[in-house]
């Protein structure tokens, strides 16, 4: 089904604006998972935002046989980047108890840029329930994580200034992905600041 990313940790992965996530299982071990996210640009830089749409296809991991302890991975490319991920699901409801539906999950991925890690709560509404924060900071906790480090993540979606070509569909024009990868305010601003050479010394 449909999960909303309430809350993350790592701001160059986790923290887009309007983030759901949709399960569609492919076989008993796979499952294809359906992203839609918007880029927010800067104020200073002009504002508004990029949305995008994409699909991930996830491999769940036997557990029985299974070193790594992960639940799930997945590679692919992203931003021209190609990458590979392993999930692990630290913690979940399935809403009995009083305790309102979430997913906790950490990740540990790596491009030709190096590795990266974060993790990210999952809940079915855009923000997370207060009655579930207990059970979410208790699986943080025994995961290593404090989600006091989280920040919760905009899912009001406000209308206007959207940034992408309505001729080409959400985020799949050319001149869209340039501007939203290296334009000024784009993914790799956010990702590795200073990249232009900007901040060199002369």
């Not at 949709?22 to 359906?34: E, I, N, P």
């Not at 920040?151 to 799949?172: E, V």
Request: aromatic share 12%.
């Amino acid at each position: 089904g449909t999960w909303y990313k309430t809350d993350g940790l790592n701001p160059n992965y986790d923290l887009f604006d309007c983030q759901t996530n949709t399960f569609a299982a492919t076989s008993d071990k796979a499952l294809d998972m359906g992203i839609f996210l918007r880029v927010r640009r800067p104020e200073e830089s002009g504002g508004g935002y990029w949305e995008n749409e994409l699909v991930e296809h996830m491999v769940v991991d036997d557990k029985t046989d299974n070193p790594t302890g992960r639940t799930m991975h997945t590679e692919g490319k992203m931003y021209g980047l190609t990458f590979s991920e392993n999930w692990y699901i630290l913690g979940e409801s399935d809403g009995s108890g009083g305790v309102p539906p979430f997913k906790l999950v950490a990740y540990k991925g790596h491009t030709l840029q190096g590795n990266y890690e974060g993790a990210f709560v999952y809940a079915k509404e855009p923000t997370l329930p207060e009655a579930a924060k207990p059970a979410v900071r208790e699986a943080a906790a025994k995961g290593g994580l404090n989600f006091d480090d989280f920040l919760r993540i905009d899912n009001t979606c406000p209308a206007g200034n959207s940034l992408n070509d309505a001729s080409a569909g959400t985020g799949t024009a050319t001149t869209d992905w340039v501007d939203l990868v290296v334009g000024e305010g784009g993914i790799i601003d956010w990702i590795s600041p200073g990249w232009r050479g900007e901040y060199k010394q002369r």
